[in-house]
């Protein structure tokens, strides 16, 4: 039983993370990736979509943050391969990271003439703007149920805390933010010395500015998943060469292959905060105790722990750290319930 002798914000964050794992209903998702940029991101798009499958989350949405033009069709290509091809998608024009991507040209690969992968969109200019996505569907969705996996830029959380009413909602973005999610599990930032020297992290580092904004003013719970815990979950190279054979051709495979081949054995940052936002209550991680996080001038990210503070991060142990990778190479290598992905290798 819970102590009402707990902090306000405490006992908040908590009622949030287990009422995700409540089994009477699927969490209910937005994903915010920067796909395209770390082959993490596909994998954690394939363990939402095997734990959809599982009846455990409803992948609502997913939103961009990587400014490129192949970044929609490919997730578009692995949402079909899952047999869920009309998720919405929505996209950015920031300006952030719009590089070129050692994957994402799998969205135009074709084998007799044929896309290998079907899939409708053919660039991101036939997708929906991420922050009307974000509001249409928040909108739509019953009040403090939706967990926000952000793992890439704070990009588009940040323009949602700054939107306006509109037609669909009365609510600006921050009311409307407060109103409908539970809470936003990011991969982000920093929570221990990293080669004895503060980290910092990709994800704060690209839009540092808006992972301030977010970090100060974003109204619900957040729980981080700091560098050092992906670190830690190393994606086992066995299951890349072994584990998704039951397909001729694999999306997730096949861009792990191209990003950086095996036996490599690639770090799970983004693969753990999917993990921890759907089964938040299985033992995966360990949680620091309440507090702030403020993103400093240098992209760095300080913790300062407080009673009432709306922060925690993960953790993770020795015990932990096998379990997690057990679990997410399981998840990922799933075959799909439904879609094209079932058609079995010759």
Known sequence: MLSTRLPLAALLLLAATAGAAAAEQPVRLIFDTDMGNDVDDALALGVIHALADRGECELLAVTLTKDHPLCAPYVDLVNTFYGRGDTPIGVTHSGVTPQESRFLPLA??????????????????????????????LAEQPDRSVVIVQVGFSTNLAALLDSPPDGRCPLNGRDLAQAKVKFVSAM??????????????????????????????WPTPIVFSGFEVGQAVR????????????????????????????????????????????RPCRGYFGLSPAGRVAVQQDATTRFTPSADGPHRFLTVDRDQVLRTTEALAQLASQPPRLGPGLQAAP
């Open 235 to 278: 994606y086992p190279a066995a299951s890349i060469e072994n584990d998704f054979r039951y397909a001729s051709h694999h999306p997730l495979a096949e861009a792990y292959q191209l990003y950086q081949p095996t036996p490599h054995e690639r770090p799970c940052w983004d693969l753990t905060s999917v993990l921890y936002a759907i």
């Open 108 to 137: 135009q690969a074709t084998d007799n003439g044929a896309l290998r992968y079907p899939h409708d969109l053919t660039s991101g200019d036939q997708a929906a703007e991420a922050i009307g996505l974000l509001r249409r569907v």
């Open 188 to 217: 982000a930032g920093a929570y221990g010395p990293v080669d004895g020297r503060p980290k910092r992290e990709y994800n704060v580092e690209k839009d540092a500015s808006s992972a301030r904004a977010v970090a100060a003013g």
